[in-house]
């Protein structure tokens, strides 16, 4: 899809696919006869009956599945809120084409196919303390660019980013989207000292007074408060959801490309899985604040969307058991368990 103006992006948020609820009652319908006890398998169970009902079938399946890593620039690094420079986004983009970062071999691992989309690297956004970071354009532009990776006849997509600097547009979103203190959602991110992170707060609590009186419909808050590769993600998101297809989040800046879309329509969470809960503070809030509970907890913060992709395997483990298991009849046992 493609969203020609602020006010087709406003649209298709206002318009949102819901689910096959026939294909996962059908799907409900097989777990009852599997050869387990109701239940037994918790969320497994659940993620099956999840994907039966946005694939639109009861034997649900991941063939096709596709990691993004999105990747951007950020003018706000210029108050010295990253422990790098932002030279290293465009290092590591190079490295991901290298086939050398964490996200190759966990996608690899996980069997999903991976796509880099750096995002005019030479170019950062514009400080957005001092104004909005993109213009109506460049925002609509990384829109589209996000929206360009979803092909309809993926299983389900892995979103994640690289961009220094961007854990501070992240607390910015999330404080303007979904308030509380800029401390709530400001972390350490790439390992800021505590002066660093008073920094960053401090840079943060002065864009959201910049931006005060500006509109907080969803396209001005990702405009003036994020990155090309944030909102990027939210693009993709958005016409994964129209697509019906379903969406593994990574971590803290993943997920916030969403709280200013979540704020105006909550149901855009609805076709989303979290992959797993970081070490970024922030992340356990905005989880809560999305009604979503990770499927791991490993201590992760790295990005690039590494700990949705090793969250995978656990989607391919709640496949395997609802495709692959007999029913009580196939197995001639009692179906009293």
């Known amino acids: ?16 696919p819901e689910p096959d609820a026939a294909a996962r009652d059908a799907a409900a319908a097989r777990q009852a006869q599997l050869t387990k006890p109701a239940g037994s398998l918790g969320r497994l169970e659940e993620i099956a009956l999840f994907l039966a009902g946005w694939q639109g ?4 399946a991941l063939d096709k599945g596709r990691a993004v890593i999105f990747a951007g620039n950020h003018g706000v690094t210029r108050h010295g809120v990253s422990a790098f420079p932002s030279d290293v986004t465009i290092q590591m983009v190079a490295n991901f084409e290298a086939g050398g970062a964490a996200i190759n071999q966990l996608s690899r691992h996980a069997g999903l196919e991976l796509e880099v989309a750096a995002l005019e690297l030479d170019r950062p956004t514009a400080d957005f303390t001092e104004g909005p970071a993109m213009t109506a354009d460049e925002c609509l532009d990384a829109l ?12 389900l997509l892995v979103v994640g980013e690289m961009g220094i600097g961007n854990s501070t547009a992240a607390a910015a979103l999330c404080a303007r989207s979904l ?27 002065q864009a959201l007074a910049t931006h ?12 003036r408060l994020g990155g ?84 995978v395997s656990i989607v391919r483990a709640a496949l395997a058991a609802h495709n692959g298991m007999a029913t009580f009849a196939e197995a001639s046992v009692s179906g009293k368990l």
């Open 228 to 311: 090309r590769e944030i909102v990027a993600i939210a693009g993709a998101v958005l016409a994964a959801r129209q697509a019906r297809v379903p969406v593994m989040l990574d971590g803290f800046i993943a997920c916030a490309a969403l709280a200013p879309l979540a704020t105006q329509q909550p149901a855009i969470i609805d076709h989303c899985l979290a992959g797993h809960c970081s070490a970024e503070p922030g992340h356990r809030r905005l989880l809560r604040q999305f009604n979503l509970v990770p499927l791991l907890q490993l201590d992760m913060r790295l990005g690039e969307g590494s700990g949705a992709a090793v969250a």
């Open 57 to 60: 079938t009861a034997r649900p």
């Open 179 to 205: 308030g509380g203190a800029v401390s709530d959602w400001a972390g350490s991110g790439t390992g800021l000292d505590s002066a660093g992170v008073a920094r960053k707060v401090a840079v943060v609590e």
């Open 144 to 155: 589209n660019r996000g929206a360009a990776t979803v092909a309809p006849d993926l299983d």
């Open 212 to 223: 005060a009186d500006a509109p907080h419909d969803a396209f001005e808050t990702l405009r």
């Open 1 to 16: 899809m493609r969203f020609d103006s602020p006010e087709s992006f406003a649209d298709a948020l206002a318009a949102l």
